[in-house]
């Protein structure tokens, strides 16, 4: 870290397909550089970087997928590396806000508690992989499995499923459960957000629990003079 950059602040977004966590990242990114005036990075994982951005197109693709859970995880791994050490670190070390779509908790999810993978593997390899990094906040972004399909496939029109969004109904129940449980276990980590109102209700609940969680990033939002307020008799 620079000497008078201020810490940087690693937030993570979570969740099942068609969460909206692309459209809440940007809406928060813009809130943040607003109220902070602070550098906000926005990345997203598998990605990132040059190399883990040719690592996703081979990964939605299903490329590791015939290897099994295990050799898939340790492709995100690979990837993951690749963006902390070039990204994620650098941002942070220069003082930024970096909020990040899917993160170590995706891995948990969708290899682990989906997949099949043993718990203590994934330990392993989330420690060998993070080292000393972990998300300051995470954000689960939650709705029914069926609803986020649904966006998901209404937002790609035409475009066959990817790897995940192929799988079925059950897999989907599944992550969802694991992310809550993520949630359960890790409170002072994360937060859920219900996600299934329109978007400007969830970016509301987010602004909300974030100002709760850091006033001096985000302060809680001051109503405009008469708003909220019953009308007069
Ligand atoms: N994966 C893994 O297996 N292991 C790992 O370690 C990691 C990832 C890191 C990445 O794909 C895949 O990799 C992912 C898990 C796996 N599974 N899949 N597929 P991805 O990045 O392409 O997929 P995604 O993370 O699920 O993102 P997404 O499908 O793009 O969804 P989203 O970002 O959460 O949602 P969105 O793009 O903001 O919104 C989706 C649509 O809904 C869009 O048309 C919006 O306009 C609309 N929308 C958004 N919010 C709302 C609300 N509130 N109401 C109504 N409509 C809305």
């Known amino acids: 870290m620079s000497s008078d950059a201020p810490p940087g602040v690693f937030i993570t977004f979570e969740g ?11 809406r928060l990114a813009e809130a943040l550089r607003q109220a902070s005036g602070r550098e906000v990075v926005t990345t997203r994982e598998p990605g990132g970087t040059e190399r883990a951005e040719e690592l996703r197109a081979a990964l939605l693709r299903g490329v590791a997928k015939p290897y099994g859970p295990f050799a898939e995880a340790l492709m995100f791994a690979a990837a993951r590396i690749d963006h902390i050490e ?6 942070l070390a220069r003082g930024a806000i970096v909020l990040c779509d ?3 908790d995706s891995t948990r999810a969708y290899q682990g508690a989906a997949g099949g993978l043993a718990p203590g593997l994934i330990a392993s390899l989330e420690r060998v992989t993070l080292g000393d990094l972990r998300p300051d906040l995470t954000l689960i972004l939650d709705l029914p499995p069926e609803a986020g399909l649904a966006r998901a496939h209404s937002r790609g029109e035409g475009k066959p499923a990817d790897r995940f969004e ?10 969802r ?10 409170p002072e980590r994360c937060r859920v957000i219900d996600a299934d109102p329109g978007p400007d209700a969830v970016e509301a609940r987010i602004r909300e ?3 709760a969680w850091r006033p001096d990033l985000l302060p809680q939002r001051v109503p405009a003079p008469g708003e909220g307020q019953g009308h007069a008799a």
């Open 16 to 26: 099942g397909e068609g969460a909206g966590k692309s459209t809440q990242i940007a």
């Open 177 to 186: 459960a694991a992310f809550r449980a993520i949630a359960a276990a890790e």
């Open 86 to 91: 070039n990204l994620i670190r650098p941002a």
């Open 209 to 211: 629990a974030v100002s």
């Open 102 to 104: 899917r993160f170590s």
């Open 166 to 175: 192929a799988e079925g109904l059950r897999f989907h129940e599944r992550l």
